[in-house]
């Protein structure tokens, strides 16, 4: 039965003879099962790099297989959703209603027909499936010895040789001939990804007191703006409204403005950390919080030992900047390690896509939401990546803006020293290569860098570079063949690699509270949240001024807005053995277009 799989693990493996002589094309992309179906190839994937394959996978292990159909009219959305986030465009602002949305990327009937007829075949009873709203993805549990029959494959736990993480994995499957163009993917199956928070780096301040203003003096910058000389050590929300030019700006409560922060991993976002904060940065917020929103079992412990960096972090500047904003943290469940041998079922997806389902089925989700989690790109397979980043466009044609943490290793791993550096692929050959982040490196997200300091340069770990999957989206065409047209030597990237990051913001030494206590933190997990709580604020002028909210920004910020930002230009963002990439006039792989100038800024979204 699983005679080609093996074929295929033995040849990956080098435990075949003669394997060396033995090419991808010599592979079996087809053949009889011996039930009269053509099984054909879907995947097939290399041993990934620092992972380990240990035993075979229990048979009664439970696994929840997410089904991928193919959303034939996908270019039909592409287009609406350029139309409607393009300013120069007629149809600028006109979202998308959540059922127009789900109609244009609904599947064919017959793959919905197909697909079910082959999981019934398999002694699946329907009533237990679960669909997305569109019908492009259906969810099955299935135990592991069912899982390999239908996929004609054999599972085995692989464990991460850092981190001791595990999951059940398999390096190829398959499908029978006639559902072949109707299923796009499956998993798990070959995703050896390790979903992660950015790579906060924090101090313990040694007092409660707030910083005192650095004997008041301050600092003008060349736009006229003035900014404390206390915030080149220390990081607060008036510091944030000082240098991004929004001192005196208030938002409304009362016209349908809202924000979010997704939170994974376990990190919890607490209340009474939040109060220390208000009471510290915000003292107007006092007594005010946050709605919680449960995403499949995800918890939310007020135990202030368990308190999060990243979600204590993301809530505080986040919600500080917008208050009285309505505002919303979402904690979705499922997170590696997992015990692959116990009763109970243990999700073995990445959590945010679960996420994603779930914002998707809202009638009414944030307009802003912000992301600090990500993925090393090339862990991602490349089906997958495409359709988790078709979904974030779903929610940019329906009016929603997306940020993502840019990263924090600069242009790989942070390391400019080539003997320790260990950007390498993946993909059998252990070449070494940028590792942009993904989902920053999704065309259809907003990526934030980092800068430091008053007057701004870039931080040295701000993730940048050109994603190794994407194509890259005409929006970027002319001001990223501007910077590359300045370096020597530089065609890789030049016809079709999309390139991050977008913006930036600020992105160390943020004054926050965890567990009770004050300290000073920083990563690209503090530039998204508080990129997002400026664009928040850009919505609450336009809804202010009866417009739709801006919804997907990158066709704004890339045409009309490139005028409204600070441009950075001092810096680079070294990594992966190389100093990484320099900062320059206009945009840059380091930071972007720059800081928001939110007085310039808002005086554009309103034309």
Not at 284 to 303: E, K, M, P, R
């Amino acid at each position: 039965m699983f005679q080609a799989y093996i074929l295929y693990e033995q040849i990956l493996e080098g435990t075949t003879k003669n394997s060396e002589n033995v090419e991808y094309s010599d592979l079996p992309l087809f053949w009889s099962n011996g039930k009269t179906e053509i099984i054909i190839l879907k995947e097939l994937v290399e041993h990934p790099r620092g992972w380990m394959k240990g035993s075979p996978a229990p048979a009664d292990h439970i696994l929840e297989l997410r089904i991928a159909l193919p959303q034939p009219n996908f270019h039909v959305l592409e287009q609406h959703l350029y139309e409607v986030s393009d300013p120069s465009h007629e149809r600028y602002g006109e979202h998308l209603s959540k059922q127009e949305v789900e109609d244009i990327v609904a599947p064919q009937p017959e793959s919905v027909e197909l697909v079910d007829e082959w999981l019934i075949s398999h002694g699946l009873n329907i009533d237990d499936f679960v669909r997305s709203p569109a019908r492009d993805w259906v969810t099955v549990r299935v135990p592991v010895a069912v899982a390999e029959a239908m996929l004609e494959t054999k599972y085995h736990v692989w464990i991460h040789g850092e981190s001791g993480e595990s999951g059940i994995r398999t390096l190829a499957y398959s499908v029978p001939e006639h559902i072949y163009n109707h299923v796009e993917l499956i998993q798990p199956t070959t995703m050896f990804s390790r979903m992660k928070k950015q790579k906060t780096t924090f101090r313990w301040s040694s007092h409660q007191e707030m910083p005192s203003p650095s004997n008041g003096s301050r600092i003008t910058l060349p736009n006229g703006v003035s900014v404390d000389a206390s915030c080149n050590t220390t990081v607060t929300i008036t510091c944030l409204k000082e240098l991004y030019n929004a001192v005196g700006f208030n938002a409304s409560a009362t016209i349908g403005n809202q924000i979010g922060i997704t939170g994974y991993l376990g990190q919890f976002a607490n209340i009474a950390d939040l109060q220390l904060f208000y009471a510290d940065q915000r003292p107007d917020a006092l007594n005010s919080s946050f709605n919680f929103v449960s995403v499949n079992g995800g918890q939310n412990s007020q135990n202030v030992s368990e308190a999060g960096d990243e979600a204590d972090l993301d809530v505080q500047f986040a919600f500080g900047l917008t208050f009285p904003t309505p505002s919303t943290f979402f904690s979705t469940a499922g997170s590696p390690p997992f015990i692959p041998d116990i009763g109970t079922p243990t999700d073995t997806n990445e959590p945010y896509t679960i996420w994603l389902d779930f914002i998707l089925s809202q009638d009414n989700p944030p307009q802003t939401i912000s992301t600090s989690y990500g993925d090393d790109e090339q862990t991602v397979p490349q089906n997958f990546a495409q359709r988790v980043c078709n979904g974030f466009a779903q929610l940019g044609a329906r009016g929603v803006s997306l940020m993502f943490s840019s990263g924090d290793g600069g242009v790989g791993d942070g390391d400019p020293d080539p003997a320790t550096q260990q950007c390498f692929t993946n993909d059998g050959r252990n070449i070494t290569r940028f590792v942009p982040g993904f989902p920053a490196s999704c065309p259809f997200v907003t990526a934030v860098g980092g800068t430091i300091f008053v007057p701004e340069v870039a931080v040295s770990f701000s993730g940048g570079g050109f994603s190794n999957i994407f194509t890259r989206p005409s929006y970027q065409d002319e001001v990223v063949e501007a910077y590359l047209d300045a370096l020597p030597n530089w065609d890789f990237c030049r016809s079709f690699q999309p390139a991050i990051p977008d913006v930036s913001a600020q992105a160390d030494n943020f004054r926050i509270f965890l567990q009770g206590s004050p300290l000073l933190i920083g990563g690209t997990s503090a530039s998204s949240p508080t990129f997002a709580g400026f664009v928040s604020l850009l919505n609450d002028v336009r809804l202010s001024n009866g417009m739709p909210p801006l919804g997907f920004l990158n066709p704004f910020i890339y045409s009309t807005g490139q005028t409204g930002f600070n441009d950075i230009t001092v810096g680079n963002n070294p990594g992966c053995g190389t100093p990484g990439f320099n900062t320059s006039k206009g945009w840059d792989p380091v930071t972007g277009f720059g800081t928001p100038d939110f007085g310039k800024l808002k005086e554009l979204v309103l034309q």
